[in-house]
């Protein structure tokens, strides 16, 4: 696992960004009362109603996520990382937070193609990957701009 950037040399690589960015969506859900700030972005309520989506665990009735209290050191990574997709461009916030949801809920890769219909698409998954990989860049270039200012 890679130092933090704040907390040493190295610079954020692509795996290394959503690596924390899952993290901190799996200590949100795992915060009682808490929700992911960023929910006020969207039309949520519409993917919270599709059942279809096996991994989205958290929002299935059947399925309770224990809730964990978290240290301070939790939060402070929690909110770091979730401050990060401010970097990420306006359009392409909600793509990221979906795959990134779909992660964190066990999905080895994040699947573009079930995406389509969330994002308001009928085609392009090979366009949504491609945009969720310069979101994820984006966030990237910026944290390691602000290393070498440091």
């Not at 950037?5 to 795996?15: I, T, V």
């Not at 992660?103 to 308001?120: C, D, Q, S, W």
Request: charged share 30%.
């Amino acid at each position: 696992m890679m130092v933090p950037a704040m907390e040493g040399s190295q610079f954020w690589a692509f795996a290394d960004v959503e690596e924390r960015l899952v993290e901190a969506m799996r200590l949100w859900w795992h915060v009682e009362g808490a929700g992911w700030p960023f929910a006020s972005d969207g039309p949520w309520h519409l993917i919270g109603e599709d059942r279809t989506w096996d991994w989205d665990l958290d929002r299935r009735p059947d399925v309770r996520v224990p809730k964990l209290p978290l240290s301070r050191d939790q939060m402070r990574r929690r909110d770091e990382a979730t401050a990060w997709l401010r970097h990420a461009p306006d359009r392409d916030r909600r793509l990221v937070v979906l795959g990134v949801t779909a992660l964190a809920a066990g999905r080895k890769r994040v699947p573009f193609r079930a995406l389509l219909r969330p994002m308001g698409l009928r085609t392009g998954a090979e366009g949504l990957r491609k945009r969720y990989s310069r979101a994820i860049n984006a966030i990237c270039q910026v944290l390691n701009a602000a290393e070498m200012r440091a």
